[in-house]
């Protein structure tokens, strides 16, 4: 069993900043890809950001130098940085992580996030 427990969301008004952090824990001996999706309501679930093992990341277009992406591999833990948020931001924030060994995902159950106008 894998956990996966978020942390960080609320509400926040425009231009304000939030740290989220996403703890894995359980039967997970390495993390290779840790990552943040995001979905609003009536929208699809959308990619955020990812970070791999060693470091190298990428974050989608829309908050590409508002939010940042890391990760602290001893603690197998990632957070995501967002900074100038919106209101467009608003949306519930999932963690996810690909396992070294297998391959398998796992998604932690979604935090809140509201950005007032």
């Known amino acids: 069993q894998v956990q996966l427990v978020e942390s960080g969301g609320g509400l926040v008004q425009a231009g304000g900043s939030l740290r989220l952090s996403c703890a894995a824990s359980?039967?997970?001996?390495?993390?290779?890809?840790m990552g943040w999706y995001r979905q609003a309501p009536g929208k699809e679930r959308e990619w955020v950001a990812i970070?791999?093992?060693?470091?190298?990341?990428n974050h989608a277009d829309s908050v590409k130098g508002r939010f940042t992406i890391s990760r602290d591999n001893a603690k197998n833990t990632v957070y995501l940085q967002m900074n100038s948020l919106k209101p467009e931001d608003t949306a519930v924030y999932y963690c996810t992580v690909i396992a070294t060994m297998g391959g398998n995902t796992y998604w932690g159950q979604g935090t809140q996030v509201t950005v007032s106008s």
């Open positions: 970070i791999k093992y060693k470091g190298r990341r």
């Open positions: 359980g039967s997970i001996f390495s993390i290779n890809v």
